[in-house]
T-cell receptor, first 112, second 117 residues
Framework: TQLLEQSPQFLSIQEGENLTVYCNSSSVFSSLQWYRQEPGEGPVLLVTVVTGGEVKKLKRLTFQFGDARKDSSLHITAAQPGDTGLYLCAGEVGSSASKIIFGSGTRLSIRP | DAGVIQSPRHEVTEMGQEVTLRCKPISGHDYLFWYRQTMMRGLELLIYFNNNVPIDDSGMPEDRFSAKMPNASFSTLKIQPSEPRDSAVYFC???????????????FGPGTRLTVL
């Protein structure tokens, strides 16, 4: 069974600080996605990474896919209150390329 | 586009009652997914359809759960009989098929918060 463990589970930091969230597995994934979920809403896709070692940037967010395609990280620079939410990584499983499994999630809170 | 539409947004029912959750996917999307989210287990895939056909229902917890997709614009998830442990937020999501560079973006509805007393 493929599992995705995220750490930390909870993170509360001051506005302006930097942070990194991790997504780890013992299994290899063809691709990984990161979603953000706000209270009362469904998750929204932030990025998809498909190549080992790939780095993608989305404004203050930097996503990296591990060389062995077993892990990923999300780094936020100068966090803002608008970054608050539940961050979920998701790995592609099976051969259909449409089924994904979600990690356990990191709940991030940015204090003004 | 209105996005994925789910109804009801909130459902409170008593143990033993039948519950039906509804989903309208984004027009043109050929994949539809049903997920369940709880604090303990996170976001779990229950079942997904491609072109209205169920492809993988390995996540459906037990026979009390069933899902149908009679046409491209409507799907239901039914729980009969419901139990308190079914309390969760149920999400429907839809997507286009993969383009070969990883899974396509799944667009989630707002969810249905189910409480079984």
């Amino acid at each position: 069974t493929q599992l995705l463990e995220q750490s930390p589970q909870f993170l509360s930091i001051q506005e302006g600080e930097n942070l990194t969230v991790y997504c780890n597995s013992s299994s290899v994934f063809s691709s990984l996605q990161w979603y953000r979920q706000e209270p009362g809403e469904g998750p929204v896709l932030l990025v998809t990474v498909v190549t080992g070692g790939e780095v993608k940037k989305l404004k203050r967010l930097t996503f990296q896919f591990g060389d062995a395609r077993k892990d990923s990280s999300l780094h936020i620079t100068a966090a803002q209150p608008g970054d608050t939410g539940l961050y979920l990584c998701a790995g592609e499983v099976g051969s259909s390329a449409s089924k994904i499994i979600f990690g356990s999630g990191t709940r991030l809170s940015i204090r003004p | 586009d209105a996005g994925v539409i789910q109804s009801p947004r909130h459902e409170v029912t008593e143990m033993g009652q039948e519950v039906t959750l509804r989903c309208k996917p984004i027009s043109g999307h050929d994949y539809l997914f049903w997920y369940r989210q709880t604090m303990m287990r996170g976001l779990e895939l229950l079942i997904y359809f491609n072109n209205n056909v169920p492809i993988d229902d390995s996540g459906m917890p037990e026979d009390r759960f069933s899902a149908k997709m009679p046409n491209a614009s409507f799907s239901t998830l039914k729980i009969q009989p419901s139990e308190p442990r079914d309390s969760a937020v149920y999400f429907c999501a839809s997507s286009l098929g993969s383009t070969g560079t990883g899974p396509n973006e799944q667009f989630f509805g707002p969810g249905t918060r189910l409480t079984v007393l």
